[in-house]
């Protein structure tokens, strides 16, 4: 019994010791790994701040639209930052949302480049899809509208797009008279095979579109704006059974009773309207 009880306390004894080297190594480990993060914390903040990892100027900066790079003057014509600065200062989404706020600006990625030092932004420009005039103490202001029903100035589309070609639908009065409906006009127009050259939104009451056919009255614009420019296409064919200087107006007002208004004195006349186009 002695010789168990001696061998016991060997045993143990050899357990403790066993595991207080491991404790040891344990310490030793964290102790080796706090330092080596210091080391590696410190040494990225060394280079960090090395003058090397600074925005000196525009010619760092690409900025594309789609496949095309702009100029380094348009660069600077739509960013706001000083030079030089830290480039670990510069704040990526703070650029891309103050370009979101240019007028002809949808979209914006920003992203440092490490080497060479620099940024990259990636910006989707919006899609002009009518001309619009607007009057107003005596100024004529002309800009662009895209599908969505945003307004941009003329003078920074084409800053940008020197060389595309403006759309040929044009739209007379002030966003407000338009941006209510514009979205569902925009898109039962683009869709007609009856080319609407020019909608004139002046008249709140009254929606008139000028069309390869002549002048089309809508009236007050609403949920039946789809359904009039379908009849409407229904009635493409109407110059081909009357002359369309004898025509002053399609009325369209009630598109279950279309009429056309003729030049003479109190003359109308209700076309047959096929069912389908």
Same mark, same amino acid.
């Given at each position: 019994m002695a010789g168990i009880t001696s061998v016991s306390r060997t045993d143990l004894a050899q357990r403790r010791q066993k595991l207080r080297r491991q404790r040891q190594m344990r310490i030793i480990q964290a102790i080796w790994r706090t330092f080596a993060i210091i080391g590696l914390a410190g040494g990225l903040l060394w280079?960090?701040?090395?003058p090397v990892w600074m925005l000196k100027a525009p010619k760092q900066i690409v900025m594309k639209s789609g496949n095309k790079l702009l100029t380094d003057e348009t660069i600077q014509s739509l960013l706001v930052l000083s030079y030089p600065q830290s480039l670990w200062r510069i704040e990526p989404s703070?650029?891309? /949302?103050?370009?979101? *706020?240019?007028?002809?600006?949808?979209?914006?990625?920003v992203r440092r480049r490490l080497f060479p030092p620099g940024l990259i932004i990636e910006i989707q420009e919006r899609v002009p899809v009518a001309v619009t005039q607007t009057r107003g103490n005596k100024k004529v202001t002309i800009g662009l509208l895209d599908?969505?029903?945003a307004w941009m100035p003329l003078e920074k589309y084409t800053s940008l797009n020197p060389t595309k070609k403006l759309p040929n639908l044009r739209v007379i009065g002030s966003s407000k008279q338009y941006c209510l409906y514009w979205t569902q006009l925009h898109q039962a127009v683009s869709q007609s095979p009856v080319k609407v050259i020019e909608i004139?939104?002046?008249?709140?009451? /009254?929606?008139?579109? *000028?069309?390869e056919l002549g002048n089309v009255h809508l009236g007050v614009p609403g949920p039946q704006l789809s359904e009039q420019i379908k009849v409407l296409a229904r009635m493409r064919h109407l110059t081909a059974k009357l002359n369309s200087g004898?025509?002053?107006y399609i009325n369209l007002k009630n598109p279950e009773f279309p009429l056309v208004q003729m030049n003479q004195k109190d003359q109308k006349l209700t076309p047959k309207i096929p069912k389908n186009i």
């Open positions: 280079v960090a701040v090395q703070a650029i891309a /949302n103050s370009l979101k *706020k240019q007028p002809t600006i949808a979209q914006a990625i599908a969505s029903g004139d939104c002046q008249n709140p009451t /009254n929606l008139i579109l *000028k069309t004898q025509i002053e």
